[in-house]
């Protein structure tokens, strides 16, 4: 079946640093591939998505990039912010006619200044 | 555009009652998903229907909950009766069929269920 597998959390990082949330999937096919964001309080919102291999997708100085080869879609920012603390989802759709989700069970990242 | 709209956004019941759940999609999505979210077991899909015909109910946890879309502007997930392992948040989600690979879900800002 399809899963997502991310790190686990929490992680903590201070400001200007560097993050990167790691995902790998397994899927029959070509996914399409997610990351989503919940900031508290709020519903899940799209970050970024890919897909195809080789897509980078990117949104708000984040960026992940499908990497067929080793089934990973890692998330990575080159300098967080504080308001960059929420939970981030790695998710996959199976195919293209497929609209349910499979999600990661969520790496929450709090920043500190 | 409106986004998603789920009410109420907070419910506080006792033991025993219904609740009932509301969720308004995007106007002209037709896809709508309602989903668990708990720290113990994370975001969880519950149910979820293509032009108000239900798909795939595999995720309805008992007989206590259901799901109706009456029409294409709204839906409502039911507990009755409720328990306390039922606290959680519960999100709605649609999305639009035949753009492509890729096409996300948006999600409601979620309703926070607390069974005392």
């Known amino acids: 079946g399809n899963s997502v597998t991310q790190m686990e959390g929490p992680v903590t990082l201070s400001e200007e640093a560097f993050l990167t949330i790691n995902c790998t999937y397994t899927?029959?096919?070509?996914?399409?591939l997610f990351w989503y964001v919940q900031y508290p309080g709020e519903g899940l919102q799209l970050l970024l998505k890919?897909?195809?291999?080789?897509d980078k997708g990117s949104n708000k100085g984040f960026e992940a990039t499908y990497r067929k080869e080793t089934t990973s879609f890692h998330l990575e920012k080159g300098s967080v912010q504080v308001s960059d603390s929420a939970v981030y989802f790695c998710a996959l759709s199976p195919w293209a006619g497929s609209y349910q989700l499979t999600f990661g069970k969520g790496t929450k990242l709090s920043v500190i200044p | 555009d409106a986004g998603v709209i789920q009410s109420p956004r907070h419910e506080v019941t006792e033991m025993g009652q219904e609740v009932t759940l509301r969720c308004k999609p995007i106007?002209?999505?037709?896809?709508l998903f309602w989903y668990r979210q708990t720290m113990m077991r994370g975001l969880e899909l519950l149910i979820y229907f293509n032009n108000n015909v239900p798909i795939d109910d595999s995720g309805m946890p008992e007989d206590r909950f259901s799901a109706k879309m009456p029409n294409a502007s709204f839906s409502t997930l039911k507990i009755q009766p409720s328990e306390p392992r039922d606290s959680a948040v519960y999100f709605c989600?649609?999305?639009?069929?035949?753009?492509?690979?890729?096409?996300?879900?948006?999600f409601g800002d979620g309703t926070r269920l607390s069974i005392l």
């Open positions: 106007s002209g999505h037709d896809y």
């Open positions: 899927a029959t096919g070509y996914p399409s």
């Open positions: 890919a897909t195809k291999a080789d």
């Open positions: 989600a649609s999305t639009l069929s035949g753009q492509g690979a890729g096409q996300p879900q948006h």
